[in-house]
T-cell receptor, first 112, second 116 residues
Framework: NAGVTQTPKFRILKIGQSMTLQCTQDMNHNYMYWYRQDPGMGLKLIYYSVGAGITDKGEVPNGYNVSRSTTEDFPLRLELAAPSQTSVYFC???????????FGNGTRLTVT | AQKITQTQPGMFVQEKEAVTLDCTYDTSDQSYGLFWYKQPSSGEMIFLIYQGSYDEQNATEGRYSLNFQKARKSANLVISASQLGDSAMYFCAMRDDNNAGNMLTFGGGTRLMVKP
């Protein structure tokens, strides 16, 4: 059982470039989330989805976009990368009810 | 808006001793959930323990227990018999039950270092 899989693990972008962080889960979870973690800090919510076709903004959505065309996949798109987007990005999912989040292993992104 | 505060940026504990990591929260909601996650140096997020706001008994999971004091709005994590492998960042988080996404808000974390 793979759980939540994120790709790539590492990426270096130049300022102004774009990229998509991939996230897929095989647990049939309806709820999916994208968080970012800046060095030495806690996690901040970027976007979330409560099911296929439904997405909404979190605390820090500027500079990002998401889509949820299937239950399994929840990609995060960075347009016009900026140094402030240097961070570790975590994708997470959970079932309905009061279940804990299952996290992917993260993508470490550096924008220079 | 919900807020989670972890006031201890770093802590040391002697191996085999117990340690308490502090977490206070601020919410006007009656229904919420509190979680603790561990993040070792390898970076993954590991779920440790959960406490619901209506749970009357403190949650326990092996060496982990959650000291839930609802009136004081605190949810401290107690680790008994510390092991070297407990050295990691620890995050407290609160679930928002008034939002369709039930998203978690995280505290800033506490770095625990276990001394041999």
């Amino acid at each position: 059982n793979a759980g939540v899989t994120q790709t790539p693990k590492f990426r270096i972008l130049k300022i102004g470039q774009s990229m998509t962080l991939q996230c897929t889960q095989d647990m049939n979870h309806n709820y999916m989330y994208w968080y970012r973690q800046d060095p030495g800090m806690g996690l901040k919510l970027i976007y979330y989805s409560v099911g296929a076709g439904i997405t909404d903004k979190g605390e820090v959505p500027n500079g990002y976009n998401v889509s949820r065309s299937t239950t399994e996949d929840f990609p995060l798109r960075l347009e016009l990368a900026a140094p402030s987007q240097t961070s570790v990005y975590f994708c997470a999912s959970r079932t309905a009810g009061y279940s804990p989040l299952h996290f992917g292993n993260g993508t470490r992104l550096t924008v220079t | 808006a919900q807020k989670i505060t972890q006031t201890q940026p770093g802590m040391f504990v002697q191996e085999k001793e117990a340690v308490t990591l502090d977490c206070t929260y601020d919410t006007s909601d009656q229904s919420y959930g509190l979680f603790w996650y561990k993040q070792p140096s390898s970076g993954e997020m590991i779920f440790l323990i959960y406490q619901g706001s209506y749970d009357e008994q403190n949650a326990t999971e092996g060496r982990y227990s959650l000291n839930f004091q609802k009136a004081r709005k605190s949810a401290n994590l107690v680790i008994s018999a510390s092991q070297l492998g407990d050295s990691a960042m620890y995050f407290c988080a609160m679930r928002d039950d008034n939002n369709a996404g039930n998203m978690l808000t995280f505290g800033g974390g506490t770095r625990l270092m276990v001394k041999p």
